[in-house]
């Protein structure tokens, strides 16, 4: 059964810094290319970042760009999200996801529950 459990979410200050992890079981990890997707409050989600299997290849929107670091370790089987200087707009749940292959095409096929993040002062 896929697993995908996300962490390290939390209540941060404006500009401050936080790392979320996604841990993944019940699938060969480091075959598949992996994303994390947000849903702020009232909105729809949004996606955030991507990462092809191999780690080398690493897509960001713009909202986030130059912000937030997405990176993977295959020994561990984890999937990571570096955010920095983070703003209010960032405020949302955090999910991490899990494509279908190891190239980030269509859509992503299975989904974790979920991380907090609220960045207020």
């Known amino acids: 059964e896929v697993q995908l459990v996300e962490s390290g979410g939390g209540l941060v200050q404006p500009g401050g810094s936080l790392r979320l992890s996604c841990a993944a079981s019940?699938?060969?990890?480091?075959?598949?290319?992996m994303s994390w997707v947000r849903q702020a409050p009232g909105k729809g989600l949004e996606w955030v970042s991507r990462?092809?299997?191999?780690?080398?290849?690493?897509r960001y929107a713009d909202s986030v760009k130059g912000r937030f670091t997405i990176s993977r370790d295959n020994a561990k089987n984890t999937l990571y999200l570096q955010m920095n200087s983070l703003k209010p707009e960032d405020t949302a749940v955090y999910y991490c996801?899990?494509?279908?292959?190891?190239?980030?095409?269509?859509?992503?096929?299975?989904w974790g529950q979920g991380t907090q993040v609220t960045v207020s002062s």
């Open positions: 019940g699938f060969t990890f480091s075959r598949y290319a």
């Open positions: 996801a899990k494509y279908a292959s190891s190239y980030y095409s269509g859509e992503p096929v299975y």
């Open positions: 990462i092809v299997s191999r780690g080398d290849i690493t």
